[in-house]
């Protein structure tokens, strides 16, 4: 409640501050000033307003005053110890936006100065009057300053001409309407909650297309969008940030369609491309707060091919991180943090800077050979040439860090790239794109006890005791436990190799299995695992196409140790099992440590997407969404009833229930699913699922299938009411849909509870709705019905539900499932097995 008065206390102060500026001329628009006008960075600042992010700004001009608008003046986030000068998109109180700054490397401090001199210059004064930056237009016959509809702050003259404009300097954001010219760059900042200076990434336009690349000596290049033509005008190359694409215009120029042009979703609000600190080039759009719609570079690089994706010497698989793999003498590579494999790795023992021409005369250099290991980036540096000499090339160069040999098949011949620096690496799988390519990292090998020669007399103590015999018995025993070591790591090698192929072998033999895949047939139907559909705690999900066209959602399984368990559970149970509500199980593959399912794709995501008020990509009228909850009904009542054995989900809500294109539903994620024999009543587990959708019998770990019955009557009320479980907007009391249901359902106000989704609404069976939701979430779960007889009800075989003996203040979720739930939803309340992810989401 608190929090509410805050905000709306923001709101008014912020069109309150407006309202004074230009009251009697134009009250909510002041885009422009004269000559000879000074601002102040003052905390007494009539139009300084704090936001609810802990930013603050102190605005200059303001262009326009309802919904996302620009504006500029002073910007600071945080501790608010240092100021931009900046272009920001506002929206009321909340989450402002810089699009551009002129002060990012310089940031200045309260009380700092802003002039427009006589002389047309624009400058920024620190508070100690040192000069933080300045347009240097001075005697250029400035008459004024001007922040247009597009945010584009400008300085014009009498002509109203530009003299100088801020869309002529960007820093790590375009806007639409935007162009960046050939020999301008988007440079990122150093991190996400850092923009007092430049990052590692930069973004080009070039004379040919469009260049991200990575500073270092020389630059290394992650991403090219190329034109292979043959330049015809004189004019600069540029790209231009429209509504629905980024334009390339490389030889052509407007008014003829773009060289090259890069998708983006059509805005429905204020939205702008940021180029992050990672190196992502992502479309945000207005949202209440910003959100995340389009990460351009992505559909072209997939997940591995940026070049700090797993920091410094981090190798990266399928979105996964580790470090350079050494012998069992020696790791040259460890975590920089263990907790963090993102972060990188870090030398062991640091490259000498003792280096010569003379291979031998480099000190103890050598190399940690990567096979099937590739780079985001190779430059031929030597053609034509073999391993072993792009090698000793590394050698002699002081500058090399790794030397990277890319050859073909069945060729020993190939190219070579010495770099500077080494960023992130990635597996590589040569038979898929025909090109191979190994990787030796030049490392630091700790110098060794030279034996001494045969016939030398050992050296003794002041005693005159042989003092080599402890050397030598040490020695001995530092063999043997070598031995030992690698003897024993050899013994479990062998066995969990036993291990998989028995797995292996077992999956061929189980009756009525999926079609079983290799793990290359899947690599190519994914384009190399590039279109991301979702993730979770233990792998992601990818579109893809089979070579007969059928698409599918291939599900990867990262990493876990007891994998194998949950994947022949999965496999056996969901692969045996077909039901028109239920998402297939089209195949798998069990190949090496690779573990992927394979699914039917399902168009039109889940059903998150379409059901909440303000949120749905299209509003699906009543008809529609009572035919969904009929479905859900179906694949539960088949799952509980039908099976040769009991199954229960576990985690019914609306990311586990897929939309077809004809909108049916079909539940997915099996992951969490539990076998229960036919004659057993009940099974004891720990907690899963998610918060708000978790029966109270969770508390004591004993469960039936009524546990789904329970969250399939959250979602009962979710559909019905057009709002989410939790709602951060709400008022405090008003926040879980529950506690807001069992108020209004006392009442008998229910329809009160229905967000106007402005579609075609029956209000006699959204009500009866609500009701088959209320007896599906009683506290007792021997009162809540079976799903056959919700089924019944909803087909109209049973008629009038009876509320009457309900008791509302049995039915709420207890607090402590839902008190850590956010306004972007309900998250895990445990990571569970690698099938989390089954279907896609």
């Known amino acids: 409640m608190i929090s509410q008065c805050r905000n709306i206390i923001f709101a008014i102060a912020f069109f309150f501050f407006v309202y004074l500026s230009f009251v009697e001329s134009q009250p909510f628009d002041y885009p422009t000033a004269n000559l000879s006008t000074t601002w102040i960075n003052s905390v007494s600042a009539s139009h300084s307003v704090s936001f609810t ?464 895949f290799c793990y290359e047939e899947l690599e190519i139907a994914t384009g190399n695992f590039t279109k991301k559909l979702g993730e979770g705690g233990f792998g992601s999900v990818f579109e893809g196409s089979l070579k007969d066209g059928t698409k599918i959602a291939v599900k990867t399984l990262d990493g876990v140790g007891h994998i194998k368990k949950s994947f022949l559970a999965e496999v056996e149970s969901i692969g045996s099992i077909h039901h028109v509500n239920l998402v297939r199980l089209i195949g798998f593959c069990a190949d090496k440590s690779h573990r992927l399912l394979v699914y039917e794709y399902v168009v039109n995501g889940s059903l998150e997407k379409w059901i909440y008020y303000g949120r749905q990509e299209k509003c699906l009228d009543w008809k529609t969404r009572r035919k969904i909850i009929l479905d859900i009904a179906k694949g539960l009542a088949y799952l509980h009833e039908d099976c040769r054995q009991k199954i229960i989900h576990l985690d019914i809500k609306p990311q586990n229930i897929l939309l077809d294109e004809n909108f049916n539903a079909k539940l997915a994620d099996f992951g969490l699913s539990k076998l229960i024999d036919r004659d057993q009543s009940q099974v004891v587990t720990t907690m899963r699922g998610t918060p708000g959708y978790l029966a109270p019998e969770w508390l004591s770990a004993v469960i039936t299938e009524k546990v789904d019955v329970y969250s399939f009557g959250v979602v009962v009320l979710e559909i019905a009411c057009g709002r989410k479980i939790f709602e951060q907007s709400k008022p405090e009391e008003e926040r879980p849909l529950l506690s807001a249901f069992k108020k209004k359902a006392e009442e008998g106000q229910w329809l009160d509870l229905v967000e106007n989704y402005d579609c075609d609404d029956n209000d006699e069976e959204i009500v009866e709705m609500m009701k088959i939701g209320a007896l599906c979430v009683q506290n007792d779960y021997v009162k809540r019905p079976a799903m056959s007889m919700v089924i019944k009800v909803l087909e109209g075989s049973v008629k009038d539900v009876d509320i009457k003996d309900i008791d509302y203040n049995n039915f709420l979720t207890p607090r402590n499932m839902i008190n850590d739930m956010s306004e972007n939803g309900s998250r895990d309340v445990t990571p569970l097995l690698p099938s989390v992810l089954s279907g896609p989401r």
């Not at 030279?450 to 007399?457: I, R």
């Not at 001995?476 to 190799?497: C, E, M, N, Q, S």
């Open 53 to 516: 992010d802990n930013s603050t700004i102190r605005a200059i001009l303001l262009r326009g005053s309802f919904g996302p608008r620009y504006a500029c003046g002073f910007f600071c986030n945080g501790t608010c110890d240092a100021y931009l000068f900046a272009v920001f998109i506002v929206q009321t109180n909340r989450f402002p936006q810089v699009v551009w700054s002129a002060n990012r490397n310089t940031p200045v401090k309260v009380n700092a100065t802003l002039q427009l001199t006589a002389a047309g210059d624009l400058v920024l004064r620190d508070a100690d009057g040192t000069t933080a930056w300045s347009t240097n237009t001075a005697n250029m016959s400035v008459q004024g300053l001007n922040l247009t509809e597009l945010g584009n702050l400008i300085l014009f003259d009498s002509n109203n001409s530009v003299v100088w404009q801020s869309f002529d300097h960007p820093t790590d954001v375009l806007v639409p309407g935007q162009i960046l010219v050939s020999g301008k760059n988007l440079t990122a900042s150093s991190s996400p909650t850092n923009w007092t200076d430049g990052g590692l990434f930069s973004l080009s336009m070039t004379n040919k297309g469009l260049v991200a690349s990575v500073q270092s000596d020389p630059p290394q290049v992650y991403y090219q969008r190329l034109f292979s033509g043959t330049k015809q005008n004189t004019e600069l190359s540029y790209a231009k940030f429209r509504n629905g694409s980024l334009d390339l215009y490389i030889n052509s120029i407007e008014a003829s369609e773009p060289d090259l042009s890069i998708a983006i979703p059509a805005a429905n609000s204020a939205q702008f491309i940021k180029f992050g600190s990672d190196g992502h080039l992502r479309v945000f759009e207005w949202g209440s707060p910003w959100r995340e719609v389009a990460d351009l570079l992505t559909g072209f690089l997939g997940l591995c091919n940026y070049p700090m994706v797993c920091g410094t010497y981090g190798v990266c698989s399928n979105g996964q991180c580790s470090c350079p793999r050494s012998g069992f003498n020696e790791v040259y590579f460890s975590p920089r943090d263990n907790r963090r494999p993102d972060l990188g790795c870090f030398e062991v023992n640091a490259l000498t800077t003792t280096c010569s021409s003379n291979i031998n005369a480099s000190e103890n250099h050598g190399f940690l050979d990567l096979e099937n290991v590739n780079y985001f980036e190779f430059v031929t540096d030597i053609s034509n040439t073999n391993m072993d000499t792009c090698k000793e090339a590394c050698l002699r160069n002081c500058s090399c860090r790794a030397a990277i040999f890319q050859y073909g098949f069945n060729s020993s011949s190939g190219n070579c790239y010495l770099p500077s620096r080494v960023f992130s690496l990635m597996n590589n799988n040569g038979a898929v794109r025909n090109l191979f390519s190994s990787v030796s990292l030049k490392v630091q090998i700790p110098p060794t006890v030279t034996p001494p020669a045969v016939g030398t007399v050992p050296p003794t103590d002041s005693k005159g005791k042989n003092s080599s015999l402890g050397l030598i018995l040490g020695s001995i025993l530092g063999v043997l436990f070598v031995a030992v070591v690698v003897g024993t790591a050899f013994f479990v090698y062998r066995k969990r190799r036993k291990s998989n192929e028995d797995e292996e072998d077992y999956l061929d033999l189980v009756p009525g299995m999926p079609t079983r």
